[in-house]
């Protein structure tokens, strides 16, 4: 069974400066995509960033940008200049490819320090 | 467009009481899927569908029962609520191809007494 593994239950960060939230899985497949997901305190599911599998390249939006390590499963998030919008749950999920189901991670609670 | 939309956004049952959660999408989504989010288990999937009049069983899918009649609307039945169902339960769709991620609900808050 694919597992999906957040080591990191809190994290802080100044406003400005970057942060690396991680991330790591477990799976057999070969083809597959993950995803980073922010949950606010509105409650609301919103994708951040996705990264599929078979792409060396690493993913990037605005100021996200993910380190996809495929050999060592992982995937982590990288957050440039934070902001305090910035602040919330963020869930890394998986996703194998041709597979209706997502398994997520436990999360990592952001804070932003002003 | 609404995207996926989910009622109520909060409910109290006592114990024993049956209920529907209510999904609707307006985006032509194949896929469905139900999550519950309890704190420091992440979501875990319930039910999921594939398309109308097939549906499946996730990871935690006792006490739950699916149906989808129509491509738009995937409902969740608590047959008899039970305190060990106190969540939050999100809808979500998406397209068969699953790459561009899930579209979610904005979540009921479920509270068994």
């Known amino acids: 069974a694919q597992t999906v593994t957040q080591s990191q239950p809190e994290m802080s960060v100044q406003e400005a400066e970057t942060v690396t939230l991680s991330c790591t899985y477990d799976t057999s497949e070969s083809d597959y995509y993950l995803f980073w997901y922010k949950q606010p305190p509105s409650r609301q599911m919103i994708l951040v960033i996705r990264q599929e599998a078979y792409k060396q390249q690493n993913a990037t939006e605005n100021r996200f940008s993910v380190n996809f390590q495929k050999a060592a499963k992982s995937f982590s998030l990288k957050i440039s200049d934070s902001q305090l919008g910035d602040a919330a749950m963020y869930f890394c999920a998986y996703s194998p490819f041709g597979n209706e189901k997502l398994t997520f991670g436990t999360g990592t609670r952001l804070t932003i320090i002003p | 467009n609404a995207g996926v939309t989910q009622t109520p956004k909060f409910q109290v049952l006592k114990t024993g009481q049956s209920m529907t959660l209510q999904c609707a999408q307006d985006m032509n989504h194949e896929y469905m899927s139900w999550y519950r989010q309890d704190p420091g288990m992440g979501l875990r999937l319930i039910h999921y569908?594939?398309?109308?009049?097939?549906?499946d069983q996730g990871e935690v899918p006792n006490g739950y029962n699916v149906s989808r009649s129509t491509t738009e609307d995937f409902p969740l039945r608590l047959l008899s609520a039970a305190p060990s169902q106190t969540s939050v339960y999100f809808c979500?769709?998406?397209?068969?191809?699953?790459?561009?991620?899930?579209?979610f609900g904005s979540g009921t808050r479920l509270t068994v007494v």
């Open positions: 979500a769709s998406s397209y068969r191809d699953t790459s561009y991620g899930y579209t």
């Open positions: 569908s594939v398309g109308a009049g097939i549906t």
